[in-house]
């Protein structure tokens, strides 16, 4: 019996010294290092004076929130007119080109419609009838009071006077309307054409016909704008109107002027909400803009009221791929801390901005309320910090 435990003893001494013991392999760095080797940068005293490093806190300032919206710019419908020929006919004489300026009362075309000239036969008959028509009244008046005639005789000269003053009116107002010269035709004079006349001043901006074409009455000959009375039309989400009211300011700009900012001021809301759920916003130009025309695409900020946020200067704030930071000072490190100091990259989110600075939003587990950041050559540590990663 003692024999056998003594074999077994050594049995099982063998065993536990064949067995291998397999260490975790130790990396370099771990994730968290790596990341924090990634995002951090050393300097010296002598880069941190060259490059301006300043340093700063956080601070509480009242900045207007805003509301981002898209749209375009707008003209009045009475600042926008398509003219067609009333009567229609063939357009005999027009030199109007798109982009050209035209003032009130000036003649854009000739039209040429044998129409025109039954027309007048009649307006110039019906004169003829309505003056005979006055006359026989004025007679039959004078019988009436020695009362030689019938009173229905008296009565139906007042009605044939009445009736022949309509039809002239009538017919004075459809020549007026084909743009007849009422002058000439006073005078005996028919024509068979007549001029199309602009309503308003402004520029051309469609030409639809040329020499020669006939021209039906629903047909638009040319498009006209006046430019002078333009405006902002806004489409804003409906979770935001909540936040509009008339009299806001507006900062905007447009596609083919990007760089200039412009001002407006909230006008008008709409009461209806649209298929694509945002609501129309009316707003006023603040000054007349040369550069403006119909249909530029617009891209508004509106501010609807100052409130006190977290806020860094602009210059403190980078962006780098699409996302915002900032550099925090964290001291040297234990073999250099004579000698330099150690920044950190912190992701931000950038809130509103307003005159030189922004508000900044800090992740989950970040207080920045005591932190030094640097307000001065953040983009300095970021050029620093991007290429030494390119030399690693």
């Known amino acids: 019996m ?30 968290k290092e790596e990341e924090r080797e990634s995002n951090t940068i050393e300097l010296t005293k002598a880069q941190y004076e060259t490059a301006g ?9 009242n900045l207007s929130e805003v509301v981002l919206a898209n749209g375009s710019i707008d003209i009045p419908p009475q600042n926008l007119v398509s003219i067609s020929a009333p009567m229609g006919g063939f357009v005999r004489k027009t030199e109007l080109l798109q982009g050209m300026n035209v003032k009130k009362g000036q003649v854009l075309a000739t039209i040429e419609n044998p129409d025109f000239i039954q027309i007048q036969q009649d307006y110039l008959e019906t004169e003829s009838k309505l003056e005979y028509a006055q006359l026989e009244f004025a007679r039959q008046s004078e019988l009436s009071k020695d009362n030689v005639n019938a ?27 084909a743009g007849i010269n009422m002058n000439a035709l006073e005078k005996g004079t028919i024509v068979n054409s007549a001029v199309i006349t602009s309503p308003i001043s402004g520029s051309v901006t469609t030409v639809n016909v040329n020499l020669g074409k006939y021209v039906n ?76 025309l119909p249909q530029n695409f617009v891209k508004a900020i509106i501010e609807t009221g100052a409130n006190p946020v977290t806020a860094l200067p602009d210059q403190a704030i980078v962006d780098f791929e699409g996302k915002s930071y900032i550099f925090v000072q964290q001291g040297g490190t234990q073999k250099n801390e004579q000698a330099g100091l150690l920044f950190i990259m912190q992701q931000v989110s950038r809130g509103v901005s307003e005159n030189g600075f922004s508000q900044i939003k ?9 932190a030094k950041i640097v307000v001065n050559g953040a983009y300095a540590l970021l050029s620093k910090l991007k290429n030494a990663e390119e030399e690693e």
């Open 362 to 370: 800090f992740p989950d587990g970040f207080d920045g309320r005591n």
């Open 2 to 31: 003692k024999n056998i435990l003594v074999i077994l003893v050594l049995l099982a001494g063998l065993s536990s010294c064949n067995q291998k013991v397999e260490k975790p392999e130790t990396s370099e760095s771990t994730p």
């Open 217 to 292: 009455p629903t047909d638009v000959m040319f498009e006209i704008v006046d430019t002078d009375h333009l405006h902002v039309e806004l489409s804003v989400f409906e979770q935001d109107i909540p936040k509009i009211k008339l009299g806001q300011l507006v900062r905007f700009t447009v596609s083919n002027n990007p760089d200039k900012e412009l001002l407006a001021e909230v006008y008008l809301i709409n009461q209806k909400i649209n298929e694509d759920r945002t609501v129309r916003v009316h707003c006023h130009l603040a000054k007349d803009d040369p550069g403006l």
């Open 53 to 61: 490093i300043e340093t700063g806190m956080l601070s509480t300032r």
């Open 151 to 177: 009173q229905k005789v008296l009565q139906q000269a007042s009605s044939e006077v009445k009736i022949q003053k309509a039809r002239l009116t009538g017919l004075r107002e459809r020549l007026k309307t």
